[in-house]
């Protein structure tokens, strides 16, 4: 027997549309908390390969869900590309020295050496692979990375940003220096996914979630183009693995008609009505989510989406999902309910 959500992922038909949720091993779980006091840490739970394996798996047997997606942090990479990064309680990820300069960024640990020094997400994968292959209930696991963009973002600004200013100021004025950031950051994810797919991931996803920060007209240039050839690189050694992207908030990129690429499904976010994304995209990739996260409030609100869901895909090269991460507030009932009603309303 396959594993659904590698099949619903290439498109093959399945018993019933398959369901996972975006941050579905954090912090809505009391169970999770426990493992993350037990670390010390939020970085130190990324670097335990043990903890790291057991909140991964948790959704599973509490939520229900049909895929446990890696537990790690997207900027694990440029951590390890020598910028020396915090998490602060009430601030978020912060970088000690963001990059300013060319000679900043011809400072950083590049492709291999960088690539090589992620040992932990490997070893956590590896151990997962174990584990889920003892249950033998064909669960798939998710390995993932930020895209180079939303890498970027980060080690630009030295922290999250409500306006991105200091990155789109360098997309403007210097152009030259963010391309050579972005190509640097896309040869040590290249070679990241690939380290992760041999340490036994199912299926691969690209997560741009400041892409809406891009004017559409600039969005293939500073962002796509660089998750398209990381997926090529891949797909070219790894042909049978599957690719998701999710870039977030770029709706206007998907109803022009400009997204292309050798991936096999595209993650809808909650502000593309899933309609035009499968009339833009349908026929090309199989379509993820797109729930709004906020409708897990309200069980009704919740079933009444999945309904509407259903009847635009009609349990046909569709994943579901919510159309970002599920918040930490989100009664734990609630999203038993979203996998339950998903399973429910699509059961061939």
Not at 61 to 69: K, P, R, Y
Not at 108 to 122: H, P, R
Not at 254 to 271: A, H, K, S
Not at 316 to 342: Q, T, Y
Request: hydrophobic share 40%.
């Amino acid at each position: 027997m396959g594993k659904i959500f590698v099949d619903a992922c290439k498109g093959l038909e399945t018993p019933y549309t398959p369901v996972w949720m975006m941050r579905q091993a954090g912090r809505y779980l009391p169970e999770y908390m426990a493992v993350r006091a037990k670390a010390g840490n939020f970085l130190n739970l990324c670097h335990n390969p043990e903890l790291a394996a057991e909140v991964t798996i948790q959704p599973l047997d509490i939520v229900g869900v049909d895929a446990a997606i890696l537990f790690s942090d997207i900027l694990v990479i440029p951590n390890e590309m020598g910028m020396k990064l915090e998490f602060l309680k009430g601030e978020g990820p912060v970088f000690e020295k963001p990059i300013v300069t060319e000679a900043d960024v011809d400072a950083l640990i590049g492709g291999k050496e960088a690539s090589s020094k992620l040992t932990y997400v490997y070893d956590t994968i590896k151990l997962l692979r174990k584990q889920l292959d003892e249950r033998g209930d064909d669960i798939a696991l998710i390995g993932f990375t930020g895209a180079p963009w939303t890498l970027a973002t980060y080690m630009i600004e030295g922290q999250g940003t409500k306006t991105y200013n200091i990155c789109k100021k360098m997309m403007y004025s210097n152009p030259a220096l963010l391309h050579k950031i972005l190509a640097k950051v896309t040869e040590v994810v290249k070679l990241y996914m690939e380290k992760q797919i041999q340490s036994g991931i199912d299926v691969v996803q690209i997560f741009d979630s400041w892409a809406a920060a891009i004017e559409p007209s600039k969005y293939n240039e500073f962002s796509w183009k660089y998750m398209v050839e990381i997926a090529d690189y891949l797909k070219s050694k790894y042909p049978e693995t599957p690719i998701i992207m999710f870039p977030k908030g770029v709706s206007a990129f998907i109803e022009q008609g400009l997204v292309y690429g050798n991936f096999d499904v595209f993650g809808v976010d909650w502000g593309t009505p899933m309609a035009m994304a499968k009339a833009k995209l349908g026929d090309r990739y199989v379509l993820q989510g797109n729930m709004e996260p906020c409708r897990l409030y309200s069980k009704e609100e919740t079933t009444r989406c999945v309904e509407a869901l259903q009847n635009i895909m009609g349990g046909k090269r569709h994943i579901f999902n919510l159309g970002h991460g599920i918040l930490p507030d989100v009664p734990v009932e609630n999203a038993k309910h979203f996998v339950s009603e998903c399973k429910r309303v699509s059961k061939k």
